[in-house]
């Protein structure tokens, strides 16, 4: 494991336009568990067994509003979660001049509570809130801390998250951002994710650059293509990496 931090710090020395791809393992240490990974829920109005897909679908928050909100305030809402080595490490970097942009599948806001500025975030954020009649914004803690369906202060219309929900298509704006950030890097970080949600996934498919880093508890179906493959936790390997990348720059200063 030495070497291979060795070799991601050597790579991070290296680069000047770091890109960083991120999924649900990389709140991971923050005590953010992947939702997907909740068990599946019997619905008494359905009479059916739900997928946590299905409880965060578009259908399920316009038909079962009531329970999709129940899902949602409970497996989706963190408001006491704080960043952890990754998100710092990712921030840090970005003051360095190395990283460029962050993109990621996380709706937590982590990112940029850790003091990331060019965060794309594929499917939204949690922390951005609309009445869908008159487009009021509301805080995430306002929707975690109201009594069953959230509803407008104003009008009294339904509030909706600006969260990609399963069914939705992803902001196409920032899609294009995170495409041109990619494709512009000389080094792309993946990490924290298996690489199994599309469309998110596929952005990866643009990377032109020198190195392909994959830092990620289990395999994923883009390791032949890495120049560098981490089994480990990312928190753990971003900041150790972070680490010796500012021994070694303070060394030789």
């Not at 990112?111 to 009445?131: F, I, P």
């Not at 939705?168 to 899609?175: A, N």
């Not at 995170?178 to 494709?183: H, R």
């Not at 990490?191 to 395999?219: C, E, M, Q, W």
């Amino acid at each position: 494991m030495d070497e291979k931090i060795i070799r991601l710090a050597q790579i991070l020395k290296a680069s000047d336009n770091i890109v960083f791809f991120g999924g649900a393992g990389v709140s991971t240490a923050s005590n953010i568990p992947d939702f997907r990974s909740a068990h599946g829920i019997f619905s008494r109005k359905l009479g059916a067994q739900l997928t946590p897909e299905q409880l965060v679908s578009h259908t399920m928050f316009v038909r079962y509003t009531d329970e999709f909100y129940d899902f949602y305030k409970k497996n989706l809402l963190y408001p006491d979660a704080e960043p952890n080595a990754c998100h710092r490490a990712l921030a840090e970097l970005e003051r360095m001049g190395k990283l460029k942009a962050v993109v990621t599948q996380n709706i937590d806001g982590l990112h940029q509570a850790a003091g990331s500025s060019k965060v794309y975030e594929l499917h939204g954020s949690v922390y951005r809130n609309r009445c869908m009649e008159c487009g009021k914004a509301f805080e995430m803690e306002y929707v975690y801390h109201a009594d069953g369906i959230p509803h407008c202060t104003e009008c009294g219309g339904l509030i909706k998250p600006d969260v990609v929900l399963y069914e939705e298509g992803l902001d196409q704006q920032v899609i294009s951002g995170a495409v041109n950030a990619i494709s512009a890097a000389d080094t792309l970080i993946i990490g924290g994710t298996s690489l199994v949600v599309y469309p998110a996934a596929g952005l990866i498919d643009y990377f032109r650059g020198n190195h392909l880093v994959l830092i990620n508890k289990t395999v994923t179906s883009a390791d032949k293509d890495a120049d560098l493959v981490i089994n480990d936790d990312i928190a753990s390997v971003m900041e150790q990496a972070l680490r010796r990348l500012k021994e070694e720059s303070g060394a030789r200063g």
